[in-house]
């Protein structure tokens, strides 16, 4: 798989930390296969390698954890002395195909007040004391080179950068040291929007069905460990970049503006009831206060354009890529590469068998 | 599994409709094991012996299901020849235990009448022109006999006499038509609600996280074919009624007063993605514009209550024990009965170790 710094430090397989028994610095994956969940497999941390996970699926793997660590810990650190056969992006799925829950917090204020002046919508009364959570699908997530699959482009698709944890099980009423603590995964997320569906979805005040088309993700799942100094134990600190055609949309810093951390946001979603393993909660649109930064979404770049009384740039349009990424300080590329062109609902099947 | 009555008369276990290559009457359940899923079972026509499936989970089948049915029908008829294991209720889970997507339309107008004008709140406009749809967590659902746990009692619990129908793949843009013959299973819902925690949600526009603590589900879940007369393939003509301590709440015609049917609120779901085998539709709370068959949830009664100017009634309290069952025209139970008992969050393992 290309990345921009092969020379990755080398790095132990697994901390000493009190309490972390479970840490482990791990790359997962899910290689198609002919089922839905695909094969887990455990990749190297310069993205290189592979070798089969020490169970069938991730969504396995997240309910028995405990049990595989040892065995977790052997195989990453086989992967370190060279072992594993060659990483290929184009056979793999969403490193989560599918999940049995998906949540979502609006962490980045900024992104929220712009798109809301954008429409005149009003911001929710105090924005910063809790987070606003909304339920989504997770039936299936589209693999980091899928199509992206549209009716009609005046449905107004937009891409969003979204970084997202996945829990092992969080039981009811956790407080956020304990939630954040139950994190196994991070995942970097396009939370594709229909823009001109959404207001319509927003005026019944119900949240988001139509709205919300099949997201993707990037290839590569990674525990908390394996982020190294990227994570401090409840916010990721990574530039979190996005393209469309090849022309740089953002470089957001993922560490800055967030007015929640992860813990935070799933305790919010655990307050009346436990999270299953597996479910998957994501921070809505990265989003920087300063706009030099540049936009994880296409909303708030035209948001800015209107305000500056300029022509708004187009939504995506069948036939356009969207790429996006997230790179450490030291500039590697943290979950690898997604790259989903827009196609028409027409040529789905086309382009599936062409896979 | 006790049922009011067990004099089913004899049916043939798959129709010849034309085009129902895959239509099978089949009641499945979901058997208690060491995992997440259960073990999948299939159940005779009056509900008191089971045999185990032709695979491994209600999930499995969902995804493979015309490869089984040749041995679903082998095992129907076999079950109506009188083979099969005793059932016992105390050993099912949710014949769904847990499923990749819960989405629900509130179909029942009255329902969202008088909790909207109890509240305050206006309907949305044109509401019979499309279901109102929303996301909901589906990670787990609550076995039929399995307690409800509430941690704070000023939250407002109530009960939601809710049915929901579990589809296999239905495509992108599929009409209502086509999204009603991708219907495999009908199942019985308790989707249960905080309303005193909902209306804080409700402000914020974006749906509902923390009012919907862990759904419940009747046993049994049924396919269309095995639902005979009470199934016109959009609608379920049923009596839904529900108890809490013994006292009836409601006994509701679930073929009354639905501003959509099944089809329809599928079809809306998947208007810009496709829904994933298992996916499970929900109807929201039954309810009939005639106030004499009384409710599928204690705020319409609290509505109708405070509205006449008397004391409205509580809510939900720990220790309280709702039931819920639906009949059809002849009396018998279509889904089995759930009964399930609120408990303070202290008291969750103690309860969960007598079971």
Chains 1, 2 share one sequence.
Not at 125 to 136: H, K
Not at 286 to 291: E, I, P, R, Y
């Amino acid at each position: 798989m290309p990345r921009p710094a092969p020379s990755r430090r080398a790095e132990p397989a697994a901390t000493s930390a009190p309490g972390a028994r479970t840490a482990v610095a791990l790359r997962l994956v899910s290689i198609r296969d002919a089922g839905r969940d695909g094969r887990l497999g455990i990749v190297s941390s310069d993205l290189a390698r592979v070798l089969r996970g020490p169970t069938d699926t991730v969504q396995r793997l997240l309910e028995e954890w405990p049990m595989h660590v040892p065995r977790l810990i052997a195989l990453a650190e086989e992967l370190e002395r060279g072992a594993g056969a060659p990483l290929d992006a184009r056979t793999l799925l969403a490193p989560v195909p599918r999940a049995y829950q998906w949540c979502e917090g609006s962490t980045y204020l900024s992104h929220m007040r712009r798109c809301r002046a954008a429409r005149g919508a009003e911001m929710p009364s105090d924005p910063d004391r809790e987070p606003a959570v909304l339920q989504g699908a997770s039936d299936r997530f589209l693999a980091p080179t899928e199509p992206i699959v549209l009716a009609q482009e005046d449905w107004g698709l937009d891409l969003e950068c979204t970084l997202a944890a996945v829990v092992g099980d969080v039981p009811q009423g956790a407080p956020a040291d304990v939630a954040a603590s139950c994190i196994r995964l991070l995942v970097l997320v396009n939370d594709l929007t229909l823009r001109g569906v959404l207001q319509a979805e927003f005026a019944k005040g119900l949240g988001f069905v139509q709205s919300k088309p099949l997201r993707a993700m990037a290839p590569v799942a990674l525990t908390p460990a394996a982020l190294g100094e990227a994570w401090d134990g409840g916010l990721l600190h990574a530039r979190v970049s996005c393209w469309v055609n090849g022309e740089p949309l953002g470089a957001l810093d993922s560490g800055r503006d967030a007015a929640f951390d992860f813990g935070q946001v799933i305790a919010h979603a655990a307050r009346t009831r436990p999270l299953a393993a597996g479910t998957i909660v994501g921070t809505g649109t990265v989003s920087n206060a300063d706009a030099s930064n540049g936009f994880g979404c296409l909303a708030e770049k035209r948001a800015m354009e209107i305000l500056q009384g300029r022509e708004p740039s187009a939504y995506l349009r069948v036939g356009d890529t969207v790429r996006i990424e997230a790179h450490d300080r030291a500039g590697s590329s943290l979950f690898g590469s997604m790259q989903n062109t827009v196609v028409d609902i027409d040529r789905r099947s086309e382009d599936a068998e062409r896979q």
